[in-house]
Each structure stands twice: as structure tokens, then as C-alpha cells.
């Protein structure tokens, strides 16, 4: 049995841990599918470089000719596309493999991996062990059990954006992130999208406002069925056939593709990290302490496979986390997802970040509100707005944010002086009268509603 002094599974947030400061240290890194992990490959890096051409398509269809400018969206070249967004990602992953093989004191290996005892992973042939293992293996796409389903053929998120050609007909499961941007994107293209949402909104887990204007916006640019099961799925020569069933009756669905967007489960258990005496949760993830320890000393873990949230963002900040404490152990330092914002990028965008008023609710605690519309600012004006709006919470007492809320253009960029407030414990006040706002940028939309708390 080989030993290592640091064993990493996984290559996305994972690889970054190595540094100079390991420059003495023998280290094995694992991965079993592409390098570089899942947002560099089938995630958020390709993903939103489609998104921004689909917003450029559904620009031109149809906000140019609402403000008298004449544009047009005559088709897309979706191979040009396709490739101009793996032409740049895939020398990416090629060119870290590349590195990480060129350095004396890493070893890659690119095998399936599980552990077979305390400390011992079993890689493709051969058994390997180490003083610090640092478990980052991700999350693989959940897939429904729906009879003929895999027969009848499916994509996920890790294939649909490699498709050689534009589907004609789409039909997407799920009503989350990965179904509303990817949806998006395909519409906007020019396919015929229906969303299959077994509940009766989309982006279930944001503010309810939000997630109400989100799923009235997308149904009235997409044929959406809400409240419908697929009872099952065969294939009819060319096309997919769905079965579905809502409120009682049943009716057919025939497309050229199914995008199963369904959700996210971690791969602790593909890993078998049980037999290492690590402890997995009720839903399978990874359980650590607030320094990324699991149960077994020496073995830690970050990212997907250890947070239901499964953001890039978060897993980066844990890979530094984990970077520092396996280099000092005398001063370790703790994950802080205490005010961990999100974003999605369909159109519109969303992004969130602490309580939503319903928490808010549900949890007793007492709150201040306010809702401003992106309308009401100069910018947003101009803009003949009339759907988005920020939102945004505070402790009535303490005159601190505790929830913001955005729905609208360049909502992920809007809501980030908000997540700075919230982290550094400014007031409501402090946030509203004690900087400048540029007039009439959009950021004075944020500035209203503050002014109104």
C-alpha cells in the first residue's frame, strides 16, 4: 500500500488547496471524470456562458423593438456557439491536468476511487492511504425513477450543453436553477420548451415573492405544467414520449429531447466513505465540524458532497479553509457561510442572500420589510421595467439586514454591496444615508428600499 502524506478526491475546489506551502509534501490527487471539477466543465462557467448569449438572443427578439430600436433575432449558429464555449474550457481542464502531472511531488490518478478501510482508498488496481485526506468529490445530477426513462434517453446538465444539434422540442424536468437557466437558454435558441414541475412554482426555495414573479414570468414565455407527475417515458422512433398526470387526468407530451434537472445528491456514498468511519447525514452528505473535520482524524471535506447549498463560491471559501488547517493545526480557522449569497441566472436574474420572509415566519422572528420596484429608480425607468424588484429585511431592533432579495437585470451584481452590509453589521441607516448613490445608476433602487425601512 502506497502512502501519501495528503490524499485530495476530486479536482474542482479541491485542487486549488495545493500551494507552495506544499511544495515538500508527497500528495496524490484522484479524479475519476474531467479535470477541474464540475462548475469548469458541465456547470456554472459553461452554463453561464450560454445564459449571456441567450440574453443577447432575447435582447434583440424582443427589448430592442419594445424601445424602437430595430433588432432582430434571426437564429443562432448553435454549433459556433457550442464550440466557442468548450474551445475556451476545454484547453482549460486539459491545461491543469497538464500542470498538476508536470509537478515532482503530485500523483494523478484518474480512476474511480472508494475507500476500503480507515485511511485506505482503493484506486482503479492499486490501494492508497495518507496522514490527511481531503474528501471533494462533488455531487452528481438525481435522477427520478421513471419507468422507460432510461431506455427512452435522457440528458442531464453534465451533456445537454455538448449536443450536436438544437433540439426542436425540450421538455425539462424540474423548476430549480439548473432547469430555469438551461430552459432559458434553449428557448431563447428557438426550441419549443415545456417545464414538468411537480410543485406549483418555480425556485421553490427562494422569497415567495420572488419565486411567484419568477414563475408568472416563465409562464408566460414557456408552456409550463405545474402540479404534473411523469408517470412514465418510451421512445416513439425519433421522438421521446412522456406520460403525464395532472390533477387526476392524463395527457402526452412528444419532444425531440428530456433534460432531467431534477435536483442534486452528493457522492459520498459512490465513495463508500462509511468504510474510512466517516459519517454521512440523512441525505447523504458528508458531516463535519466547523473546521471541515469529519469523524476521522485527519480526513476533511468541502464543497458539493458536504453542502445541500452546493455553490462554487462557498466550496472555494471552504478549500481555503481546509488549506490553512491542514498547514496549521495549532491555529485553525472555521467555514463562515453566515451570509452566503446565491444567484440564478435566468432571465430575469435572482439572487439571495440571508432570511427570506417566510423564514422570517416560520421561525417567529421579528422583522421590517420592504419591496421596491426597479421601476421606481431613474435607471430602471428608463428601462420601461415593469417585473423586477429588490427586496430587502431587517432586524427591527438592531437596524441590521437579515434577508435581501432581487429579481431583474444584473441582480447578482446588485445584491453584493447588501451581502458587504450584512457581513461587515451595517445598519439599514448607516447603508442608506451614509454613502454616495450614483444617479440615476440602477444600485438606487437598492438605496429606496432601504430608505423605506
Known amino acids: 500500500m502506497r502512502k501519501f502524506d495528503l490524499i485530495i478526491i476530486g479536482t474542482g475546489s479541491g485542487n486549488s488547496i495545493i500551494g507552495p506551502e506544499h511544495d515538500d ?45 430595430d433588432t432582430q433575432m434571426n437564429g443562432i449558429d448553435w454549433p459556433q456557439i457550442r464550440d466557442r464555449v468548450f474551445g475556451r474550457i476545454d484547453p482549460i481542464a486539459a491545461g491543469g491536468e497538464d500542470y498538476r502531472k508536470s509537478l515532482d511531488h503530485v500523483t494523478v490518478f484518474q480512476h474511480d476511487a472508494r475507500f476500503v478501510g480507515p485511511k485506505a482508498l482503493k484506486v482503479g488496481d492499486e490501494t492508497i492511504t495518507a496522514d490527511h485526506i481531503v474528501i471533494a468529490a462533488g455531487a452528481r445530477s438525481f435522477i427520478p425513477d421513471i419507468p422507460g426513462l432510461a431506455e427512452a434517453g435522457f440528458h442531464t446538465s453534465d451533456s445537454i450543453m455538448r ?17 430555469t437557466e438551461l430552459g432559458n437558454v434553449f428557448g431563447q435558441f428557438g426550441t419549443d ?48 414520449v412522456l406520460e403525464l398526470e395532472s390533477n387526476g387526468e392524463i395527457s402526452e ?38 473546521n471541515l473535520r469529519t469523524a476521522v482524524d485527519g480526513v476533511w471535506a468541502l464543497g458539493d458532497i458536504t453542502n445541500p447549498l452546493q455553490l462554487k463560491h462557498a466550496a472555494n471559501h471552504e478549500a481555503r479553509v481546509v488549506a490553512h488547517n491542514l498547514t496549521n493545526p495549532g491555529s485553525m480557522i472555521e467555514a463562515d457561510h453566515r451570509f452566503l449569497p446565491h444567484a440564478v441566472f435566468g432571465h430575469p436574474q435572482v439572487a439571495g442572500v440571508g432570511l427570506t420572509e417566510q423564514r422570517c415566519i416560520d421561525q417567529g422572528r421579528p422583522y421590517i420589510a420592504h419591496t421596491q420596484a426597479y421601476g421606481s429608480a431613474a435607471y430602471g425607468w428608463a428601462m420601461e421595467d415593469t417585473e423586477s424588484f429588490a427586496k430587502v429585511i431587517a432586524d427591527p431592533d438592531t437596524r441590521q439586514l437579515i434577508g435581501a432579495h432581487i429579481i431583474g437585470p444584473q441582480a447578482s451584481t446588485l445584491i453584493q454591496q447588501l451581502i458587504q452590509a450584512m457581513t461587515f453589521g451595517q445598519t439599514v441607516d448607516q447603508l442608506a444615508r451614509e454613502q454616495y448613490y450614483i444617479h440615476p445608476g440602477l444600485p438606487e433602487v437598492i438605496e429606496q428600499a432601504l430608505l423605506e425601512l
Open 193 to 240: 420548451v415545456t417545464f414538468i414541475l411537480r410543485g406549483d412554482r418555480m425556485l421553490r426555495g427562494e422569497d415567495h415573492e420572488v419565486s411567484d414573479r419568477f414563475t408568472e414570468i416563465y409562464t408566460q414565455k414557456f408552456r409550463t405544467c405545474i402540479n404534473t407527475n411523469v408517470l412514465s417515458a418510451h421512445r416513439d422512433g425519433t421522438e421521446i
Open 163 to 179: 449536443v450536436d444539434e438544437l433540439p426542436g422540442r425540450i421538455a425539462v424536468l424540474g423548476g430549480g436553477y439548473i432547469a
Open 253 to 290: 407530451l412528444r419532444v425531440d429531447e428530456v433534460l432531467v434537472a431534477t435536483g442534486r445528491i452528493p457522492n459520498g456514498d459512490q465513495l463508500e466513505v462509511e468504510a474510512c468511519g466517516v459519517e454521512l447525514d440523512e441525505r447523504g452528505y458528508v458531516v463535519t465540524d466547523a
Open 25 to 69: 509534501w508527497d500528495i496524490a490527487l484522484v479524479e475519476r471524470g474531467l479535470f477541474g471539477g464540475t462548475c469548469l466543465n458541465v456547470g456554472c462557467i459553461p452554463s453561464k456562458m450560454f445564459v449571456y448569449a441567450a440574453e443577447i438572443a432575447e435582447l434583440a427578439a424582443k427589448v430592442g423593438p419594445a424601445l424602437g430600436v
